[in-house]
Structure formats: structure tokens, C-alpha cells
């Protein structure tokens, strides 16, 4: 069963509501707790952080941001409630609050393969290992034909779901390219769900530091190994002014 951010009235408002923060989260910092070190099969262990059966170290988080380009080319960041048409312009920002290996996937469905967008051989010089508290913006690895300024995913005009996969990770994860190189631009829709099975389910969902973030953080101290979400975009087909 897909497991997908769903966005309630209530957490709306929330959003709405929150404030600018140089943190994070909003009001309320990451926690930095005694979490055990799981060793999980088909990884790769990030020498550059020590392998002690326990760890103090801040709870895993990502923010999540969905941004629209306007006419202009400009982008702003919009509510993900929002009603989306065919041809509207969408980007999603992605930052991690540490190091570590970030993949973004997008899915017409859950059982379609994904088309990686992250990473790419145009951003992080084509790694996928990145650094904390700072922001990755996808697509970016539109045609050469498209100018960066107006790189973005265009709503197709049939209406349904669009689903981004964001796979955060402590450690390499085998199965998953490490860089531009190994990115082959698409992932079977099966192993995206075996990794899936394998990932931690113990997830929160907080307001972000902007007004329509979104916060994900893994609150599980017995395995803080990863953050495994999928950000839904609703289409709802053509514009009642294009009819």
C-alpha cells in the first residue's frame, strides 16, 4: 500500500500559519537523541561518520517545498493543496537537515516505473551525496532545448496523481545510483517498492520553516537509518478557462 504525504485541512492551516525560521522546523528544533545504528543489507557505510552501536545525533528530517513557475519564469512557492491544470509548471525543493544520499524519483503511478530526477549531472556535480541544510531543487535535467529558467514539470493533460518518491539515507543505498553516472533515468516501480518495505515507517509530519513547507522526520530511535516519503500533485486535467 503506498504510503503518501496527505495533505488535511488542518495541517493547511498549519502551514499557513508558520513563520520564517533559519531552522529547519518551526518553533520547535530538531531533537538530537541516542538513536541505534542498524546495519541494513545492500548498504554503504559513510566513513566520514563514526559506527558506534549507538549515536547521539539529530533525528533524520527533510523539508519538502512545491514550487510553481509563474508566467514570468519566476517561481513561488505554492500550497500543495492547491488545484493543479494541465501545463501548470511545477518544481520540488528538497533539503536535509545532515550529510547523506538523497534520491528523487517521479511515478505517473505507483506501479509505473519512476523517472530519476535526482541525481543529475547538472546539480551537485552529479552526486548524490549531499551536505545538510542545503537546498536541491528538481527537475533541472530538463532538454537542452529548455532554458534552466523555465526547467520545470509541466502537468500533463490527463488528470490524476503525480508522485515524487524522496529517499533520504544515512548510508549509500546499493540499489540506488550514486551519482549522475550510474543514473540511468528511469528505476523499475518494483524495486522502488521493495526499498520501500525495507525503510522505516515511523514518520512525522511537521509545518516547515516557510509558510507551505513540509517537514518529514523520522522519530524512530531504533532505527533512524533513513527517511522514505512520497509527495503527491494532483492534476485535475485541463483549465475550466481552457475548455
Known amino acids: 500500500m503506498i504510503s503518501m504525504l496527505l495533505f488535511s ?23 538530537v537523541v541516542t538513536v541505534k545504528r542498524v546495519a541494513k543489507k545492500g548498504r554503504v557505510i559513510n566513513k ?50 545532515q550529510d547523506g544520499y538523497l534520491t528523487i524519483i517521479r511515478q505517473s503511478g505507483p506501479t509505473e516505473d519512476g523517472q530519476i530526477l ?67 533515468g528511469a528505476i523499475k516501480a518494483q524495486l522502488i517498492s521493495e526499498i520501500e518495505s525495507n525503510s522505516i515507517k515511523q514518520l512525522e509530519i511537521r509545518p516547515g520553516a516557510s509558510p507551505y513547507a513540509i517537514l518529514v522526520l523520522n522519530t524512530n530511535r531504533q532505527d533512524n537509518e533513513e527517511i522514505f516519503t512520497r509527495f503527491g500533485v494532483t492534476s485535475r486535467g485541463p483549465s475550466p478557462l481552457q475548455r
Open 118 to 184: 535526482f541525481p543529475t549531472s547538472l546539480v551537485n556535480e552529479g552526486a548524490n551525496y549531499v551536505t545538510a541544510n542545503k537546498e536541491f531543487v528538481v527537475p533541472s535535467n530538463c532538454p537542452a532545448n529548455v532554458q534552466a529558467a523555465d526547467c520545470a514539470y509541466v502537468i500533463p493533460e490527463s488528470a490524476g496523481t503525480q508522485i515524487f518518491t524522496v529517499i533520504f539515507s544515512r548510508d549509500l543505498i546499493m540499489d540506488l545510483p550514486e551519482s549522475a553516472k550510474t543514473a540511468t
Open 9 to 31: 485541512a488542518t495541517l493547511s492551516t498549519s502551514i499557513a500559519s508558520a513563520q520564517d525560521n533559519s531552522s529547519l522546523f518551526v518553533g520547535k528544533p530538531v531533537p
Open 48 to 97: 566520514a561518520r563514526p559506527r558506534a552501536r549507538v549515536a547521539r545525533v539529530p533525528l533524520l528530517a527533510v523539508q519538502l517545498r512545491l514550487l510553481k513557475l509563474k508566467t514570468d519564469g519566476t517561481a513561488v512557492e505554492t500550497n500543495p493543496l492547491s488545484q493543479f491544470y494541465a501545463n501548470d509548471r511545477l518544481r520540488l525543493s528538497v533539503k536535509a537537515n
